[in-house]
Nanobody, 122 residues
C-alpha cells in the first residue's frame, strides 16, 4: 500500500511562510486527488487544500484561501503546500492525504501520512 510522507513542518513566527511537502511511496495517477488536512489540539480535522492530480484543479478551505497554495510536481511525484502569512490559528499537525473522489470531509480520504507539526508563534 502507498505510504505518504510529509516534511517541512517547523516553528515560525506570525506572518512567515513555510512550505510542506508530501512524497508518496508509489506513483500517483490522474484519477487521484491529493490533499492536505490539519488538526489542532481539541479541534476537528480540517480540510486545507486539494489538487486533482490529472488536471491540476485546486481547492481550498475557507480559512486558508488567499494564503496557501497547493501544487503537484508530476515528475517528482510530490505535492506541496506553500503557506504564506501564517497565523497562530494555523498551528496544527498537517496531514497529507489521498482519495479517489474529492471531498472536504476527512473520513472520505483513505490514505494518510503521519503528519508534520506546524507551529506559528504569536
Amino acid at each position: 500500500q502507498v505510504q505518504l510522507t510529509e516534511s517541512g513542518g517547523g516553528l515560525v513566527q506570525t506572518g512567515d511562510s513555510l512550505t510542506l511537502s508530501c512524497a508518496p511511496s508509489s506513483r500517483t495517477y490522474s484519477s487521484h486527488i491529493m490533499g492536505w488536512f490539519r488538526q489542532a489540539p481539541g479541534k476537528d480535522r480540517e480540510f486545507v487544500a486539494a489538487v486533482r492530480w490529472g488536471v491540476g484543479n485546486t481547492y481550498y478551505g475557507d480559512s486558508v484561501k488567499g494564503r496557501f497554495t497547493i501544487s503537484r510536481d508530476k515528475a517528482d511525484n510530490t505535492v506541496s503546500l506553500q503557506m504564506n502569512n501564517l497565523k497562530p490559528d494555523d498551528t496544527a499537525v498537517y496531514y497529507c492525504a489521498r482519495t479517489n473522489s474529492y471531498s472536504t470531509y476527512y473520513a472520505d480520504w483513505n490514505i494518510w501520512g503521519q503528519g508534520t507539526q506546524v507551529t506559528v508563534s504569536s
